[in-house]
């Protein structure tokens, strides 16, 4: 899932850092600036009007979870050298501001899903699609998960 190909659904992974991957996410969506490194896979996918599922990795509260979505409004140039306070030593190329923005009243987690979301193949292994910050997802799984965040 770490390849380049052209897509147009993608999923933004907030991990734990100096904070939980919830708290990060909190900030990010509450600032409308989502961060992007150097090594961020996907880089040439991140395009205006791609779809966005959110995704909270790590320990904390709402992990291993679909907390919202979004569209792509606009990739912001990043004119500092500047590193993210909440992942030490990550150079931010640019940052990512949406629209359309949806946090879901209700967590999805994964596990309770994994059968249903094809665009993981090994299920057992899933946490391994997510690693990096961006990963692809394909349309019959994002609309999935939109559903879901109906019901």
């Known amino acids: 899932m770490r390849d380049n190909i ?5 999923i933004f992974v907030s991990s734990d850092g100096k904070k939980t991957g919830l708290d990060i996410f909190n900030e990010r ?30 320990a904390g509260e709402k992990k291993q979870s679909f907390v919202g979505t979004a569209q792509i ?10 590193t993210d306070p909440n992942q030490e030593f990550k150079s ?3 940052f990512i501001e949406f629209k359309n923005l949806n946090v879901f009243n209700e967590e999805i987690k994964i596990k309770e899903h994994l059968n249903k979301l094809d665009f993981i193949k090994n299920k057992k292994k899933y946490g391994l699609y997510f690693q990096g910050g961006i990963c ?13 965040s109906y019901s």
């Open 6 to 10: 052209e897509t147009d659904y993608l």
């Open 73 to 82: 409004k606009s990739i912001i140039d990043n004119n500092t050298v500047s």
């Open 29 to 58: 969506i509450k600032k409308n600036k989502w961060p992007i490194y150097s090594k961020t896979p996907q880089q040439l996918n991140i395009k205006q009007g791609k779809k966005v599922v959110f995704y909270i990795a790590g």
């Open 92 to 94: 931010v190329l640019f």
């Open 136 to 148: 692809k997802i394909n349309q019959k799984s994002y609309e999935y998960i939109l559903q879901k």
